[in-house]
């Protein structure tokens, strides 16, 4: 929750390496810092539907396109997935970490709790940085941040989302926000050649495998049935 572009600095680096690579920026975040943060999943999402419509004006294909999210990113980066399918131009793959499916989504409403006991609940889940929580000016800036995050998940709609692109999936065995059991669900709303796979590990060693996410990321654009084997 609130991360910004910086947390995937190593694995960018490394998908810019092999070919394009675009970062959509979050309000309240990075160069939108100055904007509020979404509250509502359907506004974060219209917003990075917008973004993405722009990058394939650029001349870019849906169906060499391989979408990508850790943790809230996740659900969004399935709701474009969701979309260009819905619009006839599906996309050529989806990679989701650190997150449920949308219809096993916890329907914990921790968005509502007090400053304290919302930053208490975040740490103990392992989605905030100790250099936040060292800092009391960052921690305040950060609050609202987290709070719209995760307001925006709980009004995600419950419901199954199936697709036709392959969908990858990366899980943590100790895992608070995204159970085994539910990570492996993942291969099972996706189209041939889906895989999933599991490290030893809560959220934070999920995101800190950034390796593996861009392997896959990678081997999806290029052979998608055969991620499974090459990550």
Same mark, same amino acid.
């Given at each position: 929750?609130?991360?910004?572009?910086?947390?995937?600095?190593?694995?960018?680096?490394?998908?810019?390496?092999?070919?394009?690579?675009?970062?959509?920026?979050?309000?309240? %975040?990075?160069? %939108?810092?100055?904007?509020?943060?979404?509250?509502?999943?359907?506004?974060?999402?219209?917003?990075?539907?917008?973004?993405?419509e722009a990058e394939l004006g650029?001349?870019?294909?849906?169906?060499?396109?391989?979408?990508?999210?850790?943790?809230?990113?996740?659900?969004?980066?399935?709701?474009?997935?969701?979309?260009?399918?819905?619009?006839?131009?599906?996309?050529?793959?989806?990679v989701v970490a650190g997150c449920p499916p949308p219809h096993l989504l916890a329907g914990r409403a921790v968005h509502t709790l007090p400053d304290e006991e919302l930053t208490a609940a975040l740490a103990a889940q392992g989605t905030v940085p100790s250099m936040v929580l060292d800092d009391p000016e960052l921690l305040s800036v950060m609050v609202p941040v987290w709070r719209a995050d995760c307001a925006a998940v709980a009004s995600h709609p419950r419901r199954p989302v199936v697709l036709d692109c392959p969908v990858h999936a990366l899980g943590g065995t100790e895992d608070p926000l995204a159970r085994e059991a539910d990570v492996t669900v993942w291969p099972r709303l996706g189209g041939a050649g889906s895989s999933v796979r599991l490290l030893p590990g809560d959220h934070a060693a999920v995101l800190d495998r950034q390796d593996l996410m861009a392997a896959a990321v990678l081997a999806a654009a290029d052979r998608p049935s055969e991620v499974g084997a090459r990550w």
């Open positions: 929750m609130g991360g910004g572009r910086g947390a995937y600095s190593r694995m960018v680096a490394e998908l810019r390496e092999h070919g394009h690579c675009h970062l959509p920026a979050l309000a309240g %975040r990075d160069s %939108r810092f100055a904007e509020t943060a979404a509250a509502r999943f359907t506004d974060l999402a219209d917003d990075l539907w917008n973004q993405l650029l001349g870019r294909s849906p169906d060499r396109l391989v979408l990508f999210g850790f943790s809230m990113g996740a659900l969004i980066a399935t709701e474009m997935a969701a979309r260009l399918q819905q619009r006839g131009t599906g996309a050529g793959g989806l």
